[in-house]
């Protein structure tokens, strides 16, 4: 079971940046979780405001080292 406390919001943009954002943390073994509001809400039935928006979340114990790696991303 995952409890949600443990993971922060690490970044929000579109799907591009985060699959390239994704990728790299994966290669530094931090194994984030992708959150989509709009593919949940379409699944759902309901529109969403920011069709093309993602969310990632990381470990807490993982939280500064991915700021690191997204900083040289971005």
Do not use: C
């Amino acid at each position: 079971m995952i409890i949600i406390s443990s993971y922060s919001k690490v970044y929000t943009g579109s799907s591009i940046f985060i699959l390239a954002i994704k990728t790299a943390l994966i290669d530094e073994n931090i194994f984030p979780l992708i959150k989509d509001p709009s593919e949940s809400a379409r699944l759902a039935g309901f529109g969403s405001l920011f069709p093309y928006s993602q969310e990632i979340f990381v470990h807490n114990t993982e939280k500064t080292k991915a700021i690191e790696i997204i900083n040289k991303i971005l």
